[in-house]
């Protein structure tokens, strides 16, 4: 029994993240093209008509952009929880009811043989939430699109064998960048997005030794850089004595399928 992902894209432009067991295949968020979709999905060498459903975390365009599409395509199931299905509502196009399922925060659902445990987010959305996958022993907690990370937030995610967490910014580049201030404070709030720093600082409280990778996600095009996020994470981690493989994710280009061992 083991869990093998991929994230297929990460970033400010569009979200996609794939998980699959010996036995089913999730997709969490479709915030690309139809047609990027199916290309991201070629690179990891996986069919979407064979999966399982696709979960939502929130209703942001760059995480639903292409849902309704690869849904329609496919005739997939869509699971979200009642307060996203109302935001989403008007974006996605005409779908069936049997595509419309409910998962609810602080629930577990079971797809075959993988295990999904849902948490609440703070982010300016109208109930994101993120997910928890655990099959035989492994887990992999997905974790993005959050002002800060929160103590129940921890206790949820702690001790997985691969994350994927948000690094979405350095703080310096924000504060100098070009975006209006409005922005900046909303990106800097506790219902935007997680810095560099404040990544390495949650990391610090939640992985062990059974953590093997950690993959720095929802890069922000404008205000950060792959090299920057690794270094100001990376010397976090090291200043505290903790030794783990950071990875990148892009907005364009899918992370080779990592199989959790």
Not at 92 to 118: R, Y
Not at 212 to 232: C, E, G, P, V, W
Request: hydrophobic share 40%; glycine share 10%; aromatic share 8%.
């Amino acid at each position: 029994m083991t869990l093998r992902f991929s994230v297929l894209a990460s970033g400010s432009t569009g979200n996609a993240f794939y998980i699959e067991s010996d036995k089913n295949k999730l997709l969490v968020d479709a915030g690309l093209s139809g047609k990027q979709m199916d290309k991201l999905f070629s690179e990891v060498h996986v069919s979407p008509e064979g999966l399982d459903g696709i979960l939502v975390t929130h209703e942001h365009s760059d995480h639903i952009k292409g849902l309704g599409i690869l849904a329609r395509k496919y005739n997939l199931p869509i699971y979200a929880n009642e307060k996203t299905w109302k935001a989403m509502d008007g974006s996605l196009g005409k779908l069936s009811l049997d595509q419309k399922f409910v998962f609810n925060m602080e629930e577990v659902k079971t797809f075959g043989d993988i295990d999904v445990e849902s948490f609440g987010v703070s982010h300016d959305a109208a109930e994101p939430m993120f997910y928890v996958f655990r099959n035989g022993g492994k887990k992999v907690a997905l974790v993005t699109d959050l002002g800060y990370v929160s103590e129940k937030i921890k206790k949820t995610v702690e001790g997985a064998d691969a994350y994927v967490f948000e690094s979405n910014h350095d703080v310096g580049m924000l504060r100098m960048g070009r975006y209006p201030w409005s922005v900046k404070r909303r990106i800097l709030g506790d219902s935007g997005h997680v810095s560099n720093e404040d990544c390495g600082l949650a990391l610090t409280d939640i992985i062990d030794n059974n953590t093997k990778r950690i993959y720095l996600a929802h890069l922000s095009k404008d205000n950060n850089m792959k090299d920057l996020a690794r270094m100001s994470v990376g010397n976090i981690l090291t200043e505290r004595g903790i030794e783990v493989d950071l990875y990148d994710t892009d907005p364009a280009t899918a992370t080779a399928m990592y199989e959790v061992g």
